[in-house]
Each structure stands twice: as structure tokens, then as C-alpha cells.
């Protein structure tokens, strides 16, 4: 379908003749322009009468970029080594693929479907890439341009001359077509392919442009290190070649799957921490604490809990030489101040050691809850490393077991071996003969 745009019709008249000439303009869906020149003579005087018309398309030039674009598309390596159909149809016919085949396709059907613009545009094609039939109703893939053997020899010509660039909105403004406009600015391109969110099959904001060659693939990628490439001159695109690209993303999944190892194992630590912790709060054992301040620094464990023993069970003392404080955790509740009047007893109400006064008190109350608190926390966390250790520990001595059992092993076979018959001729002083 077309559109009129314009008609001017201008007539001339000498003698008997009459000559009326009619112009007009149409633009058609693919955005040409055909002119009509419609030359009506007439002679009046011998009732002669003849029309001429002629007819010409102009087409605009980025219609022609797209239509070489898009044909050079179909057969290029990237489509040709998948594209099953196109594959098949250029064995019927040495390689020939009409015309009429081609404009069956969808994106070359949105640009036009008439041969001679087709023909016209291609013929303004610089690549070489493809080859036109004398009969201009046909068209292959240059002899001279063989395409890869497989998909895996594919990807080797094009792995050094792919970039990846990301940084674009995601939004649907961003189409394929504009895309292409914007990369033309930085030369030819081969194909360029929007990337995709797996599950929701949604632009992700990053695109592969597949450049003509390893060196124009490498200046695009310094040019954007030079000087920032923006996209509708505000975002800056990152731009790097796609085999740094994955080796980058390798390393960091790699990154990201230890960050993921050691957050798992330290949630697990925790969980086993707090495991812990819940048993120790409900073993806490209230009025069963007592508090030494004013300790010698030459005092040791020993040596307080001497003065506690013949009084109460195995009392846990808290305390590291070189301290001034300690606190005595007795292991019945509600036995603070029996206890501690029985050791206070012995040295007529006081507690003595190495010489010296020691100040004691009974721990109650909000202290003794923060006491607790705090004790039972380095407690349940102690028992996790504890716990740790030993369990490497056992994995460890797993292993290196193994290892000696492997080398004990071998050294049985080999003294096994060493006890084999020795053949005749080996024997000192024996002979065959």
C-alpha cells in the first residue's frame, strides 16, 4: 500500500498540439519514494495520441544499510552454522536462495519486499560476502567465504572478536534496531545479540557485538578505555573483549562460591554456638558465685582453688595468671555463702593467699545475670572451636591413616615382588647351557 504525496499536473498547448505532463510522488510502507512522470502528446490536427511514463524508487539510505544489514545476517556465519532451514534450501541449487524466499522472512518483510530495492541495496554492499545471480532474482554466499565446519569451530573465530558491553537501561525503549543504529557509529558489526534473563527471557541490560575481525574487536575496547561511551549521552557502557569478560566472571563466581562456603559454615558455627549457648543458660546455677578481687600476680588456679576444695566439688575458677580478679563458680546453686563462710573460717574470717588479703564477696542480682550472660556466651563458643577442631582433626587423621595405609600397601607389594624366583640366568655361577 502507498501513499500519495504529492501530484502536479502542467499542460502545454502549440498549434494543434496538446502535451500534458502529470507528476507524482508515493511513499510506499518500506519508507521509499516511487515518482511517476506520466508525458500524455496529443496532435489534434491527425488525432495522434501517445503517453509515456516512467517510474523510479528512491529509496532512503539508512533502508539500504538495513536491507544489506539484514540479508548479510542470514547468511552469515552465526545464522548459517544453526539456521536448519537456510542450511537446507542452498543445497538445492548451488547455493542459490531466491528472492522470494528471502522476503518471506519477517525482518526483511518490515524493511520491503521489492526485488529491485532489495537487489539495488545489495549492490552497494563492500563486504563481499555475498554474490548475485545474472538473473538478479538469486542470491548465495560467496564460494570464496566457506562457512565453519560446526558450532564448536564457530565459536573459536568468534571468541577474540566479541565484545561484551553492558550498562543499558532496561527498559523497552531499547530495541534491536536502535541498537544497531547506535553501534554504526563505531564501525560495521556482524551481529549483535540482546542478552536475556534466563527465566524471564527479559532484556538484562548487556549486549554482544560481534565485530569483523580480532583487531576491530580489540580498537572498539580501547576506544571505550580512552574515551567513555555513552549510551543517549548519559550512561557510560562498560565495554570489555567476551573471553576477559568470562574469565572475570569465572573468577568471580569462583569468589562468590567460597564467599557462599564460608558464609554457610560460619551460619553453621553460629547455629551450633547458639546450640550450646541455650544448653549453658538453663544449666545457669544461681547464688553459686563468688567474686575475688585484690589476687597477687604471681597467683595461680591452683592455688585458689586449694582454698575452695575441701569445701565444695570441683569449683570452676575463672581466672588467668597475672589477673587481680576471679569468680569462683560453685556447682550447686544457693551454696555461695555457706561455702565462702567455710573458707573464711579457716583464716579467721579472712581469705589468705601467697601473704596476701584477698577481698571476697558473694555475686547476686543483675550481676550475677551479666556474669552469666557473658560467661555462657564464651563458653558456647569455646565449645564450637573445641568442637571444630576435633572434627578436623578426625578428618585429618582419616586421611593421612589412608595415606599410611596406601604406603604400607605398596611396600608389601614390593617386598612381594623382591621375593620372587630370579630366572636361571640371574642366578651367580648357573648356567643355562
Known amino acids: ?44 490536427a491527425d488525432e495522434d495520441n501517445h503517453t509515456t511514463t516512467i517510474s523510479q524508487i528512491i529509496t532512503p539510505p539508512d533502508l539500504n544499510q538495513k536491507i544489506i544489514r539484514q540479508i548479510e545476517y542470514y547468511f552469515s556465519d552465526i545464522n548459517m552454522v544453526r539456521d ?6 542452498i543445497t538445492k541449487d548451488d547455493g542459490w536462495i531466491s528472492l522470494s524466499i528471502l522476503t518471506t522472512f519477517k525482518r526483511l518483510q518490515s524493511l520491503t519486499t521489492n526485488f529491485k530495492i532489495i537487489i539495488n541495496a545489495l549492490k552497494q554492499s563492500l563486504s563481499g560476502l555475498l554474490q548475485l545471480h545474472e538473473t538478479e532474482y538469486k542470491i548465495r554466499r560467496h564460494p570464496d567465504r566457506p562457512l565453519p565446519n560446526n558450532q ?16 543499558f537501561p532496561i527498559t523497552e525503549d531499547v530495541t534491536l534496531d536502535k541498537l544497531l543504529e547506535f553501534f554504526e557509529n563505531y564501525g560495521a558489526t556482524d551481529n549483535i545479540q540482546m542478552k536475556k534473563e534466563f527465566k ?46 568470562f574469565k572475570d566472571k569465572s573468577i568471580e563466581l569462583i569468589t562468590n562460591e567460597k564467599q557462599i562456603k564460608k558464609d554457610k559454615k560460619q551460619q553453621d558455627l553460629n547455629k551450633k554456638t547458639n546450640e550450646h549457648l541455650e544448653k549453658l543458660n538453663n544449666e545457669n546455677l544461681l547464688g553459686a558465685l563468688i567474686h575475688l578481687a585484690g589476687i597477687p600476680t604471681d597467683t595461680t588456679r591452683e592455688l585458689i582453688k586449694a582454698k575452695f576444695n575441701p569445701f565444695t566439688k570441683m569449683p570452676w575458677i575463672d581466672f588467668n595468671k ?21 573458707v573464711l573460717e579457716v583464716e579467721n574470717g579472712k581469705l589468705i593467699i601467697e601473704n596476701n588479703e584477698i577481698i571476697c564477696r558473694i555475686v547476686e542480682g543483675e550481676e550475677e545475670e551479666q556474669f552469666w550472660k557473658q560467661a555462657n556466651e564464651k563458653r558456647a563458643a569455646q565449645r564450637t572451636q573445641k568442637n571444630e ?23 608389601e607389594q614390593d617386598q612381594e615382588l623382591s621375593t620372587e624366583p630370579k630366572s636361571p640366568k640371574k642366578i651367580e655361577n648357573i648356567s643355562t647351557d
Open 1 to 44: 500500500m502507498s501513499d500519495l504525496i504529492s501530484s502536479i499536473e502542467e499542460t502545454i498547448v502549440y498549434g494543434d498540439i496538446v502535451t500534458t505532463t502529470t507528476k507524482t510522488k508515493t511513499m510506499n510502507r518500506d519508507h521509499s519514494v516511487t515518482t511517476t512522470t506520466t508525458v500524455d502528446k496529443t496532435d489534434h
Open 322 to 342: 597475672g589477673d587481680i580478679e576471679a569468680w569462683v563458680r560453685l556447682n550447686e546453686a544457693n551454696t555461695a555463702k555457706y561455702v565462702l563462710e567455710k
Open 200 to 245: 524471564t527471557k527479559q532484556f538484562n541490560g548487556s549486549v554482544c557485538v560481534i565485530f569483523p575481525n580480532d583487531e576491530k574487536a580489540q580498537e572498539f575496547v580501547q576506544y571505550s578505555k580512552q574515551t567513555p561511551i555513552k549510551y543517549n549521552n548519559e550512561l557510560i557502557l562498560e565495554c570489555s573483549l567476551q573471553i576477559d569478560y
Open 152 to 167: 564448536t569451530d564457530l565459536e573459536l573465530t568468534l571468541r577474540n572478536r566479541t565484545v561484551h558491553v553492558k550498562g
Open 389 to 411: 577442631r576435633y572434627n578436623n582433626g578426625k578428618r585429618n587423621g582419616r586421611s593421612q591413616r589412608i595415606h599410611r595405609s596406601g604406603k604400607k600397601r605398596k611396600l
Open 84 to 89: 536448519k532451514f537456510l542450511k537446507n534450501e
